[in-house]
């Protein structure tokens, strides 16, 4: 099992450019979330989703969009890049039984400038 | 308004010692507590949590206190490790949450030192 895969790894934008983060996990597992850290910070909460056609918002979905069309994938997409979006973005999954317990990606480290 | 604080952003001991490393939160609706554990360049994994119905949990060399009248939270690690060379993260979530959304503290990076 690969867990959970985020690409890319890095990516450098220009303000006002759009861009997809992808997140693909082979678990099976009907929750996944989508977080941002910002250095010296925790983890903050962007969008989540419980299943295949059901998302809802975190503590910071303002600038993101999401969709979840197969329990596999949850794409984060950014639309008109802004400065203040220069973050690390971790994808996470967990299962209903014990949806505390989640399993991160690797993150991917976007630079907005 | 931070609902989750880990007031210590990093703490050093020595090999073979206790590590403690502390959590608040303000929250009183909150009842169920994680621990996370981050290396550079890789996600959080999870480590140890406690429900609000307990005031202990252990799991090897890790052990988690709850004091829920002081709404504070702790990890003891013994023996500290090098290997336990990393940023802890405290998170917690509130049960009437459906999802499992968590509130993540800022972090400690705790250094074990050979």
């Known amino acids: 099992n690969a867990g959970v895969t985020q690409t890319p790894k890095f990516r450098i934008l220009k303000i006002g450019q759009s861009m997809t983060l992808q997140c693909t996990q082979d678990m099976n597992h009907n929750y996944m979330y989508w977080y941002r850290q910002d250095p010296g910070m925790g983890l903050k909460l962007i969008y989540y989703s419980v299943g295949a056609g059901i998302t809802d918002k975190g503590e910071v979905p303002n600038g993101y969009n999401v969709s979840r069309s197969t329990t596999e994938d949850f794409p984060l997409r950014l639309e008109l890049a802004a400065p203040s979006q220069t973050s690390v973005y971790f994808c996470?999954?967990?299962?209903?039984?014990?949806?505390?317990?989640?399993?991160f990606g690797p993150g991917t480290r976007l630079t907005v400038t | 308004d931070q609902q989750v604080k880990q007031n210590s952003p990093s703490l050093s001991v020595q090999e073979g010692r206790i590590s403690i490393l502390n959590c608040d939160y303000t929250?009183?609706?909150?009842?169920?507590f994680l621990w996370y554990k981050k290396y550079p360049a890789e996600g959080p994994t999870f480590l140890i949590s406690?429900?609000?119905?307990?005031d202990k949990n252990e799991d090897g060399r890790f052990t988690v206190f709850l004091n829920k009248s002081a709404k504070h939270l702790s990890l003891h690690i013994v023996p500290s490790q090098p290997g336990d060379s990393a940023v802890y993260f405290c998170?917690?979530?509130?049960?009437?949450?459906?999802?499992?959304?968590?509130?993540f503290g800022q972090g400690t990076e705790l250094s074990v030192k050979p």
């Open positions: 929250n009183s609706m909150f009842d169920y």
């Open positions: 406690i429900s609000s119905i307990k």
């Open positions: 996470a999954s967990s299962h209903g039984q014990n949806y505390y317990e989640q399993y």
């Open positions: 998170a917690a979530s509130a049960s009437y949450n459906q999802g499992g959304k968590l509130i």
